[in-house]
């Protein structure tokens, strides 16, 4: 009976929601993998210059979601088809990584939080206790617990006697959700009940002492509840309707019929994440604002006048730098900041009053060159 109506919600699925699992899946690759490979790229220069506990969280928390990325592909591939079409070794092995970088995700964010509470809470006690290799070793636990933890979707769906092509990861039998209902909800409570406990009492604190201080300035504060925000949202949106349904499917001892859109959610992680990036360290801030400068530049139609060129192109690029996105330093911000590992200054002021000279001089040459244009061509 569990079997016939586990058949029959499999065909609803393929039939009403393909389409819009589908969208969803593609929209998450196509905008994940560009802002994460960004922040990879930006990561690994701050990681050779300058490692930090930090930064070496949030790489961590970037192969998190391009391996999620990766296997999300898998999904495509079966949603597509409407069944299990790869190869039977490959169902176990995606299910494995496609959960557990759903909870590294989580565990990396937790320690994120940590990270940024300890910096301003205890600064010069973290300071003097605060290495680059402890957060390589955390990283390293963080990983084997979350694998550790979900292998058991590998061993579940790897000795199915009861496997069938339809969809991978479905239509458990009533012996099979007795061993596996369990797990989840211990999963539910240890990777994610926990973590959430945790990073909500560090962020809580962070904002409190934050937002008290008078020697930090607005803009920084702001960064702050931008962080904490970026980070509850994903918790809220991405990890908590999925972990809701192992608590009630435990307690109803089948899977809720609506466990297949609450894992929806969490596939929307990786497009978020970026954003915590954004917030959380100054590199990835810079390399975003790099590209931004790089595809505006690319979209706007050069001069027709060669002679000109030079001159707006450098023009430009002035301005740009005297908005404040081109004046980082490579390896890191110069100034030291107090929300955490890294600061959020934005260059020398000897750089801006170079640049800012540079402008008025390329601003007097166009003037110049107008004025000659108009003696040579004057207006009948």
């Known amino acids: 009976m569990i079997q016939a109506n ?155 006697d009861n496997y069938s092509h339809e969809m991978c990861y479905k239509n458990f039998t009533g012996e099979q959700l007795v061993i596996l209902l369990p797990v989840r909800l211990e999963l539910g409570l240890i990777l994610f009940l926990v973590p959430s406990a945790i990073t909500c009492f560090c962020y809580f604190g962070f904002m409190r002492i934050v937002i008290s201080s008078l020697h930090i300035s607005k803009s920084k504060k702001q960064r702050a509840v931008g962080l904490v925000a970026a980070t509850l949202v994903v918790f809220i949106i991405c990890f908590s309707p999925y972990n809701i349904s192992h608590v009630v499917g435990f307690i109803q001892g089948k899977d809720p019929p609506w466990r297949d859109e609450a894992l929806l959610f969490s596939t929307l992680n990786p497009c978020l994440d970026p954003i915590i990036f954004y917030f959380s360290s100054s590199a990835v801030q810079r390399s975003c604002w790099a590209f931004l400068a790089q595809v505006r530049w690319f979209c706007t139609l050069p001069s027709l006048d060669p002679g000109e060129k030079g001159d707006k192109i450098g023009v430009a690029g002035l301005k740009w730098r005297l908005a404040g996105c081109g004046t980082g330093r490579k390896g890191g911000d110069q100034t030291g900041g107090v929300m955490g590992s890294e600061g959020w200054g934005l260059g020398k002021k000897k750089d801006a009053k170079r640049d800012s000279c540079r402008l008025q001089s390329l601003g007097r040459k166009e003037e110049n060159m107008k004025k000659c244009e108009e003696t040579q061509h004057p207006v009948s």
């Open 6 to 160: 586990s058949k029959i919600r499999s065909f609803n699925f393929q039939s009403k929601h393909r389409l819009s699992y589908l969208s969803i899946y593609l929209f998450t690759i196509l905008t994940g993998f560009p802002s994460n490979l960004l922040a990879l790229c930006a990561l690994i220069q701050k990681l050779r210059t300058k490692a930090t506990p930090n930064s070496i969280l949030l790489l961590n928390l970037t192969i998190s979601d391009l391996c999620f990325l990766a296997f999300l592909s898998f999904k495509v591939v079966e949603m597509a088809a409407g069944r299990w079409s790869l190869p039977e070794f490959l169902c176990p092995l995606s299910g494995l990584l496609y959960f557990s970088t759903i909870y590294s995700s989580t565990l990396f964010l937790t320690a994120v939080s940590v990270e940024r509470y300890l910096g301003v809470a205890y600064p010069i006690h973290y300071k003097l206790r605060r290495h680059s290799a402890y957060a390589a070793v955390a990283s390293l636990g963080l990983w084997v617990c979350s694998f550790a933890h979900c292998s058991i979707v590998y061993i579940t769906e790897f000795h199915r």
